[in-house]
């Protein structure tokens, strides 16, 4: 089963515009959420995450919220830019807090054009 | 500071060879972790190992697949033998402990078997 789901295989946002990219879990007990960025023949680069004890993180023009109730989180990315064009992976852990034992979703590609 | 190194890069093999892959951690991070990314899935935890013991190998298909971590530093993942559902790119990743908020991804090794 699918615990962690990114509905959104692909996505294509323009240039200075604001890219939102969706993650759906199943699994009550995740309480901590990261976002990755992969470009091609590279490994997974950590990007942003959050706890599951606050609803909103922000690191510059990346800005994670999570709807608990709605058991839902989103990555805004605000201004796009042509380099954010990459494979974004949602992922969860519920190992209190830390980043052991990710579960991933499948990804979305987010295409940046000029 | 250097990344996740990964050896090789990529890997062609006939189904039922035996192959072996090589990571070498962020230097002074204690947890290792090997996953499976099938193309168009995210990546699948293995195995973790915290120094040189398994923490968590629940997913390791235990029947061809095994991993060590001799002296807590360098790992091999090897598969003995291989089948054609192996085609995957198989990334290694480490953290400080299993206590860290992300984990650092190599670039990991594309195997294709035929």
């Known amino acids: 089963d699918q615990q962690v789901k990114q509905n959104s295989p692909s996505l294509s946002v323009q240039e200075g515009r604001i890219s939102i990219l969706n993650c759906d879990y199943t699994n009550s007990m995740f309480d901590y959420f990261l976002w990755y960025k992969k470009y091609p023949a590279e490994g997974p680069t950590f990007l942003i995450s959050i706890s599951s004890i606050k609803d909103k993180n922000e690191d510059g023009r990346f800005t994670v919220f999570l709807n608990k109730s709605a058991k839902h989180l989103s990555l805004h990315i605000v201004p796009s830019q042509p380099g954010d064009s990459a494979v974004y992976f949602c992922a969860a852990s519920q190992e209190g807090g830390t980043a052991s034992k990710l579960t991933f979703g499948t990804g979305t590609r987010l295409q940046v054009t000029l | 500071e250097a990344g996740v190194a990964q050896s090789p890069r990529y890997k062609i093999i006939e189904k039922r060879q035996s192959v072996a892959f090589w990571c070498n951690p962020i230097?002074?991070?204690?947890?290792l972790y090997w996953y499976q990314q099938i193309l168009g899935q995210g990546p699948k935890l293995l195995i973790q190992?915290?120094?040189?013991?398994?923490?968590?190998d629940s997913q390791l298909p235990k029947d061809r697949f095994s991993a060590e971590r001799l002296k807590g530093v360098d790992s091999t993942l090897k598969i003995q033998p291989a089948k054609l559902e192996d085609s995957a790119v198989y990334l290694c990743a480490s953290s400080y402990d299993s206590g860290s908020v992300a984990q650092y991804f190599g670039p990991g090794t594309r195997l294709t078997v035929l």
């Open positions: 190992f915290q120094n040189n013991g398994v923490v968590d």
């Open positions: 230097s002074g991070h204690a947890t």
